[in-house]
């Protein structure tokens, strides 16, 4: 496998995105994705970027996460009623996840238009939805380990779980997990987590060594520059699957694209439930323009 797995899009327009989004989604392919804030950002998770705050390297990562766990479980009884099994390494990451603790744990969701939300909603520059061909990632991930991974969830769940232990020797490897019981926010977002298994080198290393690129950081140097019609001709051909694609949104058409979402009932009140995304979704009135002034 070479760069031409890799591909970097940028849209001539919203409608444009929306065909992309169409293209990689399902049927046609099964992509999951992520939207930022800013296309200048890599994918990294929130324990990666903690780590490399005060250090310049990632050999703590590990004994950071078993600390972060230990003093989670040891105080999660007295605000979750119903806490995970002591054993459920992926569960209590990712409650530490939904309420914002540092984990190996990344974000992505099935739907192209929820990620394109994340990436607008509070960007101030141009940003980014990223792309992953899950089929790819799984298969990729089947060749490099012994068991039946895709097709058995629990089984996927237990060998990345041997993972999380002072003493694991991590493959550099990434896997698409779901815990086994979803929150709330998890199911209405549509959200999976990309796992990590090494978490003592980047999490973009782990991926392009998955997919066997031929370099260790999803860099604009080493994408395939491309625009939507080229992609059209590339899923079309049964034998070249994408693997990573980046997809740049430019911030000049982020008022309509918000709009638009607004019209899907994507916005923070569909996407947070409670009050805290009811007042968050308030700030669309701001994108309006059939107001009228006082006076």
């Not at 990620?115 to 520059?125: G, K, N, Q, R, V």
Request: glycine share 4%; net charge negative; charged share 25%.
């Amino acid at each position: 496998m070479d760069n031409s797995m890799f591909y970097e899009i940028s849209p001539n327009s919203w409608e444009d995105a929306k065909k992309i989004g169409k293209l990689l989604g399902f049927p046609n392919f099964q992509f999951v994705f992520r939207g930022q804030a800013s296309n200048e950002w890599g994918l990294k998770t929130s324990i990666e970027r903690a780590t490399e705050k005060y250090l310049n390297n990632l050999d703590w990562t590990m004994y950071f996460e078993n600390q972060i766990i230990e003093r989670f479980k040891s105080r999660a009884h007295q605000y979750i009623q119903s806490p995970p099994k002591d054993q459920d390494s992926i569960e209590w990451l990712s409650i530490i996840q939904h309420y914002g603790g540092p984990t190996r744990l990344l974000d992505f969701t099935e739907s192209f238009y929820i990620a394109s939300f994340f990436a607008i909603d509070s960007a101030l520059e141009d940003s980014c939805v990223w792309a992953i061909n899950e089929i790819t990632l799984g298969n990729s991930s089947l060749l490099k380990t012994d068991i039946e991974l895709r097709h058995d969830l629990n089984k996927l769940i237990e060998y990345a779980q041997g993972y999380i232990s002072f003493d694991s020797d991590g493959k550099d490897l990434v896997l698409s997990i779901a815990p086994s019981r979803l929150n709330e926010r998890l199911a209405i977002q549509k959200g999976k987590f990309l796992f990590p298994c090494n978490i003592s080198k980047s999490f973009e290393s782990n991926l392009c060594s998955t997919f066997d690129f031929p370099f260790n950081t999803l860099e604009s140097k080493n994408a395939t520059l491309i625009t939507s019609e080229n992609l059209e001709g590339i899923v079309n051909d049964l034998n070249v699957w994408p693997s990573v694609v980046k997809i740049n949104l430019s911030k000049e058409w982020h008022r309509e694209a918000i709009r638009d979402l607004y019209a899907m009932n994507i916005d923070s009140a569909s996407l947070f439930p409670g009050l805290e995304g009811f007042a968050r979704s308030l700030n669309f009135i701001t994108q309006r323009d059939d107001y009228e002034r006082d006076g």
